[in-house]
């Protein structure tokens, strides 16, 4: 496929017949083109007798189509220049890879191989093992502890509260039929979106999408998506581990949902308490009290959530417990008009610096359409930071007080 610039009037969204989304955002002076399949399902799309499945299916999707067995796939993948990977997240699966210009055609055809895994038998149970030993790994961790117990008591019942990775018995216990079903449900084309940005010619693109994604199925059945009704009992519980020398503690209380218009604001609030400059920073890690402190917004389809937390020497615990309380609840001393431009400006330069690549602005542009389902420019994502106001953040301060955490604190007594 050769290079040519977009047209400025072409528009970046189109929707092929079985509902599969193109996002096409061609840079004729970039020197890369990056492309993702942005799939617009994660572990709170899960049954909590298969928490862990969407992780299972990103890990077997490496493994090879009926078309192109495990071996070829990775090396077509690495021919491309090795830049590709995948993720899960509660709300989102992502597969992407980026490569040369002149390699779109390959890119486009070995990242499509990719999405249409075999779910062979054979690479199923060497692939449940590595999993088995990845949840291991981070079992070891103390701040991954924490984090997950503090979830489970925030989120109470509700899937926004499921350990992606799953547990040990979930992760043993999912079958390949359980697998191919999640597969057929959760992958049909409405709810597929394939960005690419970057160095590449538009008409082709679109020509290749009209004969190679316009066969792909559509979802056999649409999963009930819960509402999110957070538990958020605003209790600290204590665990005690004799095995560890420091203390993980870990908090959360209710946010804002991705289509809220003050979304951006509780960006800015969260960033003007827990941000590398912030006021924890100052109160808890400059005095020496902590080796970290934060505190940051995560916003979902239909809630948000600010989560933070801290690790210290245990005898220093009820001091920092303490200061911690205090800053979050002085929050509102924190937001003048100087503080909020500072931030609000951070946010913006951070947006447009990561777009200047097209694999950073891949993740924007794909992350931001499955959250609110429209298209946002770059520019228009840092406008949004960079006319927040003080008044904004206040209004959020007061739809969010910060004042009932849930904590989980973890350390050896």
């Known amino acids: 496929m050769t290079r040519r610039a977009q047209p400025e009037d072409s528009p970046p969204e189109h929707r092929l017949p079985n509902g599969l989304t193109l996002l096409l955002e061609s840079d004729p002076a970039a020197q890369t083109v990056a492309a993702g399949y942005f799939v617009n399902t994660g572990a709170r799309d899960e049954q909590s007798s ?9 890990h077997l999707m490496f493994k090879g189509s009926e078309a192109l067995p495990s071996q070829a796939l990775n090396e077509r993948l690495d021919d491309l220049g090795g830049q590709s990977n995948a993720f899960t997240s509660e709300e989102a699966t992502v ?137 958020h009992p605003g209790t600290l519980r204590r665990l005690l581990d004799p095995g560890l020398t420091r203390v993980q503690a870990a908090f959360a209380t209710p946010g804002l949902g991705t289509r ?33 402190a934060d505190l940051v917004h995560l916003d979902y389809r239909d809630t948000g959530v600010f989560e933070g937390g801290f ?11 303490a200061a911690y309380r205090k800053v979050m609840a002085g929050a509102e001393a924190l937001i003048t008009d100087t503080a909020v431009r500072r931030a609000a400006r951070k946010a913006a330069v951070g947006t447009l610096l990561r777009a200047e690549a097209p694999q950073g602005r891949l993740f924007t542009l794909g992350m931001e359409y499955l959250a609110v389902g429209e298209v946002r420019t770059t520019e228009e994502l840092a406008a949004r930071y960079t006319a927040v106001t003080a008044g904004q953040v206040r209004e959020v301060l007061r739809l969010c007080p910060l004042n009932l955490l849930t904590g989980v604190v973890l350390g050896p007594g």
Request: net charge negative; aromatic share 6%.
């Open 260 to 292: 809220h218009p003050l979304r951006e604001a509780a960006a800015i609030l969260a960033d003007l308490i827990g941000g590398e400059n912030g006021a924890l920073y100052w109160a808890l890690v400059d005095t020496g009290l902590t080796d970290s």
């Open 95 to 231: 597969y992407h890879a980026a490569a040369l210009p002149e390699c779109t055609g390959e890119l486009l055809g070995t990242l499509t191989e990719l999405m249409r895994p075999a779910l062979r038998p054979a690479d199923i149970e060497p692939e449940r093992q590595v999993i088995l030993e990845e949840i291991a790994m981070y079992a070891e961790q103390p701040s991954v502890r924490v984090m997950d117990a503090l979830r489970a008591d925030y989120w109470g019942a509700h899937p926004l509260g499921h350990q992606v990775l799953g547990t040990p018995e979930t992760v043993a216990a999912l079958s390949r039929d359980v697998l191919r079903r999640n597969w057929q449900e959760r992958y049909g084309a409405g709810q597929v979106t394939l960005a690419v940005v970057g160095a590449f010619n538009e008409a082709q693109v679109l020509a290749w999408a009209g004969r190679e994604l316009v066969s792909w199925a559509v979802a056999e059945a649409n999963p009930v998506i819960s509402p999110a009704v957070p538990a």
């Open 50 to 58: 298969e928490m862990g499945v969407s992780h299972f299916l990103e």
């Open 311 to 321: 690790s210290c020497d245990p005898e220093r615990l009820e001091t920092v417990l």
